[in-house]
């Protein structure tokens, strides 16, 4: 259950992150950029990112930017928050920005695989059962035929 709620905070976090980039390229800040997501994400990390601005607010460093990327257990994720960190610090530029798609595609294939696995996985069990109540219904017709058998009916 734990893994499935990591798998679903970092779609999440796909998603903040193509509204970020999206925000980014059109010219803002990462600040604003950041802020301008909020509207956008979905409850799961809507509060986190809420979090991560009220802490940039207060704190300078890259803290905030850590401490946002230690909700999420996936090293592509830590990357991505770090590069943004560095683009807060550095400015934006496009060459920046291209820089983080490839790790995006790639926390996005990661994420959608293990995704898809889970939910196959789910899949495999529904398609157990008619198999189990098929051996059953099997075994009893067997049970009731040899009773018939041996009472000579």
């Known amino acids: 259950m734990k893994k499935e709620n990591n798998n679903l905070l970092e779609m999440q976090f796909i998603s903040f992150l193509s509204y970020f980039n999206a925000y980014l390229y059109s ?3 990462v600040y604003q950029s950041i802020s301008k997501c909020i509207d956008n994400l979905k409850p ?3 509060g986190s990112v809420i979090n991560l601005i009220d802490h940039i607010n207060e704190d300078k460093s890259i ?27 550095n400015g934006k530029g496009e060459e920046n920005i291209s820089k983080m798609i490839p790790l995006l595609d790639k926390l996005k294939n990661i994420t959608m ?28 017709f067997s049970i009731g035929m040899l009773q018939s058998i041996s009472l000579g009916v």
């Open 113 to 140: 695989n293990d995704y898809i696995k889970k939910e196959s996985e789910k899949l495999n069990i529904y398609l157990m059962m008619p198999l189990v109540s098929l051996a059953i219904m099997s075994l009893s």
């Open 27 to 29: 010219g803002n800040n």
């Open 44 to 46: 799961e990390i809507k």
């Open 63 to 89: 803290t905030p930017f850590k401490n946002f990327a230690d909700k999420f257990k996936n090293e592509s994720i830590n990357q991505l928050v770090i590069m943004i960190y560095q683009y807060n610090q």
